[in-house]
C-alpha cells in the first residue's frame, strides 16, 4: 500500500521523468527536423510512457528485477518515443539515423540501450495488465510450443 508521502514523491519524480523525456524528445526532434505532428505525438507519448511507468510501479509484484521497470537515460527514452512517434504518423526512419541524431545529444547513448527501451516503451503503453518479468512476455507461437514441449 502507497501512503499519503509515498505517493507525493511518485508524484514529483513522474513529473520530473516527464519533463525529462519531453526535454530530450524536443532536442531529438529538433536535431532530426521532424514535423510538427510527429513531435506533439512524442509529447503525448511522454505523457502516456509516465503514467504507465507509474501505474506499474504500484503493480509490479517483480521488483527491481522486472524489465519492465528498466528506466535508461531520457535521452534514450526520448529516442523509443520519437521511432514509435515516426512510425505513428507514417515517417518511419533508419533506426541508424535515429541513433545518429542520439549521439549528437548524447554521445554515452549505446543501440542496444535504444533496442531495449523501444522493447520496454511497447510494452508499457500497449498492456493494461503488464506482463511483468525478467523476459519478455511470450508470442502466441512460443507458448504452443512451450506447452508441447512440456507435454513430451
Known sequence: IITANAEGALADRSQKTLEGYQAKARALATQM????TVIEDA???CDRLVKKQTEHERQCTVGSSCRLSHRPKHAVMAGAIIKIALLNNNTPRQFAE???HLEAIDESVRTSELNKAQDVVKTLLKFERFPCGVEGPKL????DEADEADEA
Open 33 to 36: 527536423q521532424l514535423q510538427r
Open 43 to 45: 509529447n503525448n507519448l
Open 98 to 100: 535515429i541513433v545518429g
Open 140 to 143: 502466441a507461437d512460443e507458448a
